[in-house]
């Protein structure tokens, strides 16, 4: 059985995935609780994935992938982990990463701070090495930026995933699972200026358990005219089955901007492509905001969640019998916890948790076999 965990941390990042055989990927990590403030409901992100290495015997991931370098999705991420360009990022208690994977925009970025200009520095020193590390997409800037460290972009060939490929070292047959890169494209990070949401890292991944395949895509923080690119291309290069989905981790905490546009009075209309997109999850499919709870009307400052986004994404699992589900709200707003979703010969199901007892699994998995 495989397994995918989601944290609730307010609007912030953090998925973590388990293998059947054991790997554990991590994709994001921001540990945003205030630990002074006894009311903060969000989890102690660090406390919570080092419970779970220590169960499972381990003090490393397999992966850590940093979708890209907003604080949302990287916050005390120099605290946690063991990094190796520096020692003052090691020691005992710190975790390990064995592979980093980060777009191409972590590495070339100018004039970042804090946690994201650390994991910046652990990036480039791994490139450098030619070890533990893959970036995703060659922008011409990233040839330039290796040349002038006096390395060949050839000679990192091996460490670079493009758009439109499969990660190397995960196939679904052997592995469980396969990795097939969406984005970032090259041209959104070879500009001056780059913008984060364009160019970050989203994936679509295929888990196979016994004869069963099971879908998820993984949004990061992409706009609604990057997923139009997305599926523009995709259908271009007859690779349709790579916007089919059963998981769908939304873009940037329910905000419209994914959908489209405009944000409506009272429901975001998504662009045509967009629509298409959703509209491909399966029957039964589930699809998680990472984001606080859904308001009720409108917020001064018009931050996401979006109660218009969200009222599209309810429609659709509706028509669906699927489940939309906020992580700050789930079990309830008042003692939110993570979001477990196993991954079976009966698909992608939601563990749920149960008041009067142990947590049970709920058993609307989707239709779609492999």
Not at 16 to 21: K, Q, R, S, Y
Request: aromatic share 8%.
């Amino acid at each position: 059985m495989h397994k995918l965990t989601f944290y609730p941390l307010g609007n912030a990042d953090c998925c973590l995935v388990d293998l059947d055989d054991g790997r554990k990927l991590l994709f994001d990590y921001a540990n945003i609780r205030n630990p002074e403030d006894n009311k903060d409901l969000r989890v102690d992100l660090a406390a919570a994935l080092r419970d779970d290495l220590d169960a499972a015997g381990r003090d490393s991931f397999d992966v850590v992938a940093f979708t890209h370098a907003d604080d949302d999705h990287i916050h005390l991420a120099s605290e946690f982990f063991h990094l190796e360009h520096a020692e003052k990022y090691q020691g005992q208690g710190r975790i390990k990463i064995v592979d980093l994977w980060v777009p191409a925009a972590v590495i070339l970025e100018e004039g970042l701070e804090d946690d994201a200009r650390i994991i910046q520095a652990e990036a480039r020193h791994r490139l450098k090495l030619g070890r533990g590390v893959r970036v995703f997409s060659r922008p011409e800037r990233l040839g330039d930026w290796l040349k002038a460290q006096g390395i060949s972009l050839g000679s990192r060939q091996h460490l670079i995933t493009d758009a439109g490929g499969l990660v190397p070292g995960f196939l679904k047959g052997p592995d469980g699972v396969e990795f097939f890169v969406h984005s970032p494209f090259a041209a959104h990070s070879d500009g001056k200026t780059i913008d984060r949401n364009e160019s970050c890292l989203v994936l679509h991944a295929t888990f196979q358990y016994g004869v069963r395949d099971t879908k998820l895509f993984l949004g990061a923080d992409t706009t609604h005219d990057i997923l139009t690119e997305i599926v523009q291309k995709t259908k271009r290069h007859k690779n349709v089955e790579r916007l089919l989905w059963d998981i769908f981790k939304l873009p940037h905490h329910c905000s419209y901007t994914t959908l489209g546009p405009e944000q409506g009075k009272e429901k975001t209309d998504p662009v045509p492509d967009v629509k298409w997109l959703f509209e491909q999850g399966s029957n039964g499919a589930v699809i998680v905001s990472t984001s606080w709870p859904i308001p009720g009307q409108d917020t001064e400052d018009n931050q996401p969640p979006h109660r218009q986004a969200a009222r599209y994404y309810r429609d659709l699992m509706s028509e669906k019998q699927g489940d939309f589900i906020v992580t700050m709200e789930h079990p309830t707003k008042t003692s939110p916890d993570k979001l477990i979703i196993t991954i079976d010969t009966d698909g992608a199901r939601v563990k749920k948790q149960s008041t009067i007892g142990p947590a049970i699994i709920t058993s609307r998995p989707s239709p779609r076999a492999g």
